[in-house]
């Protein structure tokens, strides 16, 4: 029998331990001044790419077809997109940077278009989201002089990304399956959402429906694997030393240890435990 | 070089342009024309404008003028304004206009980037970063006046002024850090003996030990007779690392007066010239900043002549040795904790 607190201890020592792994990277970076975007990039990403794995191991809950992919599809974005800068971190960490300003530009314009025909009472609400966001970007760069670019922040697609960073792989096998439930496309919608009626005489009808998908902790070793392939890279490419992620190892471990005999193993009828074994084979990685 | 950025146009934007502003009710339409801008441009349009009804205004010309004073606050550009009065007629389509007015409607669309009008229009703006730059150029002014006061410091630069004006053939002010990176051997010596002659350089000296302490390869190192002992006061560190969140703000009034200092040391070496009549006429003002109008005004336009000066006189960041040097080493001094991140 699985108890609350068991989960919650669990949990926090995942938290813990991925936090460990991060801090331990943070320090080992060393900053170039001569472009400290790429620092402030890189950490912020390999953060970002911890922050994803430990709210989804946080909430048992989301370990489903429904959710775990959107956490999953966010992952495997960092994991590019962090590949692809460190190919040429110099340019890209400003390019990255940019294009983030220039989006938080965009949405400065539409709010103050906003604030011309909004009422006295949300107007006061208005000025200040504005201020804040302006204040955020003059920080960094002056909104006046800001780009704003509508296309794709690299200029390239997610998938010639991966070509370039040599993990054409993950793209297809990882990231191109958990976008289907991410963008709700019928890939997803068509098994999830919705299926044949139970009469062959309504059988061209295919019936809405919530499937049934059930907390899996495969899913939360797809996190703590995707987290392992980001670590991993960073130690290759920007720490140059082997690399020493061993966090879904560790959860494994731990979940044999104190779940050995409460008969919580993965759910093996799950369709996304399918879709996560697709992205299992994935060698490459 | 230095006269044709800074003393031509300044003069230029008060008396050479005929702003055809009539202050009749009338309507400004924005057009944009070669024009150097600064904030008493600024300020001067705004307070024509308000004479005439300003329910007549069209907004957009305040939003560019708000616009406008960021620049000539921050950034040293040579921006093209011209202001056209049209009459009623033309309000009327003005303010249907604004009803529709586009989202990043002056943006120029280029692919699938939208450039703003600043950049379209002018050309591109070289950013220089206040605090990033800037700030790490003028901080020595600020460890003076925190350690003696600010009249001395206005000796320092007199002193300086006075040992350059008559040798130097340096495009530069001598306010900034990296320019004492040019002094050769010689060089310095002159200038320690002309301070010295001044009464100054013990006092110069003293004041600045405990910066070069944390900075010892700070080019203003060569100023002391012993290399500095690299000793880190812990104290004095603390007190150097809050002095410095004031200055991060271009503003406050440690940041405008750092800038003041490298304004003054282009007045004494006949390198700046002010039409009578502009805020930076007012100059000594700026010792009340923020306290008064007046000091406001001598204030954000010292802002933008200092941006001027970064512009034309300032390596490129990623060139500018003093400042990278100075980076690093800060970094060293206050290592990054990242215990946050285990203990939230």
């Not at chain 1, 040599?166 to 919608?189: E, K, M, R």
């Not at chain 2, 600064?38 to 069209?58: A, E, G, P």
């Not at chain 2, 990043?104 to 970063?129: D, Q």
């Not at chain 2, 560190?237 to 940041?255: P, T, V, W, Y």
Request: hydrophobic letters at 40%.
């Amino acid at each position: 029998m699985t108890t609350d607190g068991q989960i919650g201890a669990f949990i926090d020592a995942i938290e813990a331990r991925i936090r460990q792994e991060l801090r331990i990277r943070c320090e080992a970076y060393q900053p170039d001044f001569h472009s400290p975007e790429v620092f402030n990039v890189v950490t912020a990403l390999l953060a970002r790419q911890a922050t994803l794995a430990i709210e989804m191991a946080s909430a048992p809950q989301l370990w489903n077809g429904h959710s775990a992919p959107l956490f999953l599809r966010a992952m495997t974005d960092v994991h590019i997109t962090l590949a692809w800068i460190l190919l040429d971190a110099k340019t890209r960490a400003r390019q990255y940077i940019d294009h983030g300003l220039g989006q938080a530009v965009l949405e400065l314009e539409h709010r103050k278009k906003q604030l011309e025909s909004s009422d006295v009472d949300s107007r006061e609400m208005l000025e200040k989201f504005i201020s804040v966001q302006e204040a955020w970007i003059n920080a960094q760069k002056w909104s006046f002089i800001v780009d704003v670019e509508i296309g794709a922040w690299s200029g390239k697609s997610t998938r010639q990304m991966s070509e370039e960073a040599g993990i054409l792989d993950f793209y297809n096998y990882v990231y191109s399956p958990f976008s289907q439930c991410a963008h709700s496309t019928w890939y997803h919608v068509g098994r999830y959402n919705s299926g044949p009626s139970e009469s062959p005489l309504t059988r061209q009808l295919w019936m809405p429906h919530i499937a049934d998908s059930s907390t899996d902790t495969w899913n939360l070793q797809l996190a703590a694997k995707y987290l392992d392939k980001t670590f991993n890279m960073f130690d290759e490419k920007a720490l140059r030393r082997s690399p020493s992620s061993g966090i879904r190892d560790w959860i494994g471990d731990e979940i044999q240890i104190r779940f050995d005999s409460s008969g919580d193993k993965r759910n093996s009828n799950s369709a996304l435990h399918k879709q996560g074994e697709a992205a299992s084979k994935d060698e490459t990685e | 070089m230095t006269r044709s950025l800074v003393h031509r146009p300044v003069a230029t934007t008060m008396s050479g342009v005929s702003l055809p502003l009539c202050g009749q009710g009338s309507f400004p339409d924005i057009a944009t024309r070669l024009l150097h801008w600064s904030q008493d441009y600024v300020i001067f349009t705004i307070s024509r404008l308000q004479k005439s009804s300003k329910s007549q205004v069209h907004s957009t010309f305040f939003e560019r003028v708000r616009v406008a004073r960021c620049i000539g606050e921050d950034i040293a550009v040579w921006v093209s304004v011209r202001v056209t009065i049209t009459g009623n007629c033309v309000k009327k389509k003005a303010n249907s206009q604004n009803k529709n007015r586009r989202v990043l409607g002056g943006y120029k669309k280029i692919g699938t980037t939208f450039v703003p009008p600043m950049i379209h229009r002018v050309g591109p703006a070289n950013y220089t970063s206040w605090s990033g730059q800037t700030m790490p150029e003028l901080i020595w002014w600020d460890v003076i006046i925190d350690r003696t006061s600010r009249g001395f410091a206005s000796k320092v630069a007199e002193e300086i002024a006075k040992y350059f004006k008559t040798r130097d053939d340096h495009e530069c002010w001598w306010a900034f850090i990296s320019d004492y990176t040019r002094l050769g051997t010689d060089d310095m010596r002159g200038l320690k003996g002309h301070l010295r002659q001044a009464n100054i350089l013990t006092h110069l000296n003293e004041s600045l030990l405990d910066f070069l302490n944390l900075y010892p390869a700070c080019p203003l190192s060569k100023l002391l007779d012993e290399p500095p002992t690299s000793i880190v006061d812990v104290d004095y560190l603390q007190r150097f690392e809050n002095r410095m969140r004031d200055l991060e703000g271009k503003h406050s009034r440690i940041a405008v007066l750092i800038q003041a200092q490298a304004i003054y040391m282009g007045f004494m070496l006949g390198k700046f010239y002010v039409k009578k009549g502009l805020a930076l006429a007012d100059f000594p003002e700026v010792e009340k900043y923020p306290a008064t109008e007046l000091s406001r005004r001598v204030g954000a336009s010292v802002c933008a002549t200092a941006n001027m000066m970064t512009g034309s006189m300032l390596p490129k960041y990623s060139e500018d040795s003093w400042v990278l040097y100075f980076w690093q080493r800060s970094l060293e001094l206050r290592p990054l904790d990242f215990t946050h991140l285990e203990n939230p």
